[in-house]
C-alpha cells in the first residue's frame, strides 16, 4: 500500500505539473502546435510587405501560464489569449525575449487581461525606447506626413507609434540583470541573459523537464536579423546556446529545430560573418548563407532571404566599424 502511494505521488507529481496540458487536436485548432507535453508554440507570420510576429510559446505550469514573447498584431495576441481562457488557468508570467514590438506590442493586451502576472525582461528596453523606438517613431511620423506609406503597412506602423507612446506596457516589471533558475506557474526553469548580441539583452528560456529552449532572435529564419546587433557578441551568445542540454529549440522566427539544425545554422551564421569581414561579393556571402542553411530555408523564400542578407551585408556588416559595432559594448 504504502509503495502504491509512493507511486502515485511520483505519478503526480510528473503529471500533475502539467495537468492543464492542452491536447495535440485542441492546439491545432487553436492556430498552435504542441512542441512537448504542457508547451505550445503560436507561429508568428513573417510576410514580405507587412511588419511580422514573432513566434509566441505557452508554458503550462501547475498554477498558470507563462508567456514567452507576445507578439505585434493585434489577432496574434488575440490567439493567446484565447488559448488561456480555453485552458482556464491565468498567465501568471510574460517574457519578453527583447524589446523589439514583434515580440512585446502584446504585452498591452496580455497586461489588461492579467494585470497582476509578473513581466520579465532585460533593461535593453530603457535605452531602446529613448534611442532606437524613438528615433524610428520621428521617423515614421515624417514618411506618413509626406504620405509615402500605405495600407497595409500604414496600419502596422500606426500601431507601433501607439505602443511606443504608451510605453508603460513595454517595460518588466522583474528585469533580469543575469541568468537565473526561477519559478514560473511552478515551474523550475532556467532564464539566460546574453549580453550584445541581436540586442543590448537578448532572454532565454530553458525548460529542463521538456529540454526545451525558447532562443527568442538569438535564432532566426529565414536570416539572423542584424538591425540593432552586435555581431560578434551574438556569434558568442550562439556557443552558449550550443552549451546547453536541450533536445528542441525554438528560434524567434521560423519552426522549431533540433540539435543537429541548431549546429548547422550557427555554422551557416559563422560563415556569413568570416564572409562579410572578407572581400569577396555580397551575393557570394549570400549564396554560401543559403548553402549552409540548406533546407532551414525552404526555396520559397530565397528571395526574401536574398533581400535581407543584401541589407544586412551593406548596412551592418560592411558598414563602417562605428556603424557596424554601435551596439557592441564599448
Ligand atoms: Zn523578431
Same mark, same amino acid.
Given at each position: 500500500m504504502r509503495l502504491l502511494l509512493t507511486s502515485l505521488v511520483a505519478v503526480c507529481l510528473s503529471a500533475c505539473a502539467t495537468s492543464s496540458a492542452p491536447s495535440a487536436e485542441q492546439v491545432r485548432a487553436e492556430g498552435g502546435e504542441l512542441i512537448a507535453p504542457g508547451i505550445v508554440l503560436f507561429p508568428g507570420r513573417f510576410e514580405p510587405g507587412r511588419q511580422p510576429d514573432g513566434n509566441s510559446i505557452v508554458i503550462h505550469g501547475r498554477d498558470g501560464l507563462v508567456v514567452f514573447d507576445t507578439g505585434r498584431h493585434r489577432e496574434h495576441t488575440q490567439r493567446l489569449l484565447d488559448h488561456a481562457r480555453t485552458s482556464?488557468?491565468?498567465?501568471t508570467a510574460i517574457i519578453n525575449s527583447h524589446w523589439h514590438l514583434d515580440h512585446s506590442s502584446g504585452n498591452r493586451m496580455l497586461r489588461e487581461a492579467y494585470p497582476d502576472a509578473v513581466v520579465l525582461g532585460s533593461r535593453a528596453v530603457e535605452g531602446a525606447l529613448t534611442g532606437f523606438l524613438a528615433d524610428n517613431h520621428k521617423q515614421a511620423q515624417d514618411l506618413i506626413d509626406k504620405g509615402v506609406i500605405r495600407e497595409p503597412q500604414l496600419s502596422d506602423v500606426r500601431g507601433d507609434m501607439a505602443i511606443v507612446e504608451e510605453? =508603460?506596457? /513595454?517595460?518588466?516589471?522583474r528585469m533580469i540583470d543575469a541568468s537565473t533558475d526561477q519559478d514560473l506557474a511552478g515551474r523550475r526553469v532556467k532564464i539566460g541573459l546574453s549580453a550584445n548580441a541581436a540586442t543590448e539583452g537578448d532572454v532565454w528560456l530553458f525548460d529542463p523537464a521538456t529540454r =526545451?529552449? /525558447?532562443?527568442g532572435d538569438l535564432v532566426t529564419l529565414p536570416v539572423p536579423l542584424l538591425d540593432t546587433a552586435c555581431p560578434s557578441g551574438w556569434r558568442d551568445a550562439l556557443a552558449t546556446l550550443d552549451g546547453i542540454g536541450f533536445a528542441t529549440l525554438v528560434p524567434g522566427h521560423g519552426e522549431p529545430m533540433d540539435r543537429a539544425s541548431f549546429v548547422q545554422y550557427r555554422t551557416a551564421f559563422n560563415h556569413l560573418l568570416t564572409c562579410a569581414a572578407g572581400s569577396a561579393a555580397a551575393n557570394t556571402c549570400i549564396d554560401g548563407w543559403l548553402a549552409d542553411a540548406g533546407t532551414r530555408v525552404p526555396a520559397s523564400q530565397h528571395e526574401q532571404a536574398r533581400r535581407l542578407l543584401d541589407y544586412y551585408i551593406g548596412?551592418?556588416?560592411?558598414?563602417p566599424p562605428e556603424r557596424r559595432d554601435r551596439y557592441c559594448p564599448r
Amino acid at each position: 500500500m504504502r509503495l502504491l502511494l509512493t507511486s502515485l505521488v511520483a505519478v503526480c507529481l510528473s503529471a500533475c505539473a502539467t495537468s492543464s496540458a492542452p491536447s495535440a487536436e485542441q492546439v491545432r485548432a487553436e492556430g498552435g502546435e504542441l512542441i512537448a507535453p504542457g508547451i505550445v508554440l503560436f507561429p508568428g507570420r513573417f510576410e514580405p510587405g507587412r511588419q511580422p510576429d514573432g513566434n509566441s510559446i505557452v508554458i503550462h505550469g501547475r498554477d498558470g501560464l507563462v508567456v514567452f514573447d507576445t507578439g505585434r498584431h493585434r489577432e496574434h495576441t488575440q490567439r493567446l489569449l484565447d488559448h488561456a481562457r480555453t485552458s482556464g488557468l491565468p498567465v501568471t508570467a510574460i517574457i519578453n525575449s527583447h524589446w523589439h514590438l514583434d515580440h512585446s506590442s502584446g504585452n498591452r493586451m496580455l497586461r489588461e487581461a492579467y494585470p497582476d502576472a509578473v513581466v520579465l525582461g532585460s533593461r535593453a528596453v530603457e535605452g531602446a525606447l529613448t534611442g532606437f523606438l524613438a528615433d524610428n517613431h520621428k521617423q515614421a511620423q515624417d514618411l506618413i506626413d509626406k504620405g509615402v506609406i500605405r495600407e497595409p503597412q500604414l496600419s502596422d506602423v500606426r500601431g507601433d507609434m501607439a505602443i511606443v507612446e504608451e510605453r =508603460v506596457s /513595454l517595460i518588466p516589471n522583474r528585469m533580469i540583470d543575469a541568468s537565473t533558475d526561477q519559478d514560473l506557474a511552478g515551474r523550475r526553469v532556467k532564464i539566460g541573459l546574453s549580453a550584445n548580441a541581436a540586442t543590448e539583452g537578448d532572454v532565454w528560456l530553458f525548460d529542463p523537464a521538456t529540454r =526545451v529552449l /525558447l532562443a527568442g532572435d538569438l535564432v532566426t529564419l529565414p536570416v539572423p536579423l542584424l538591425d540593432t546587433a552586435c555581431p560578434s557578441g551574438w556569434r558568442d551568445a550562439l556557443a552558449t546556446l550550443d552549451g546547453i542540454g536541450f533536445a528542441t529549440l525554438v528560434p524567434g522566427h521560423g519552426e522549431p529545430m533540433d540539435r543537429a539544425s541548431f549546429v548547422q545554422y550557427r555554422t551557416a551564421f559563422n560563415h556569413l560573418l568570416t564572409c562579410a569581414a572578407g572581400s569577396a561579393a555580397a551575393n557570394t556571402c549570400i549564396d554560401g548563407w543559403l548553402a549552409d542553411a540548406g533546407t532551414r530555408v525552404p526555396a520559397s523564400q530565397h528571395e526574401q532571404a536574398r533581400r535581407l542578407l543584401d541589407y544586412y551585408i551593406g548596412q551592418v556588416l560592411r558598414a563602417p566599424p562605428e556603424r557596424r559595432d554601435r551596439y557592441c559594448p564599448r
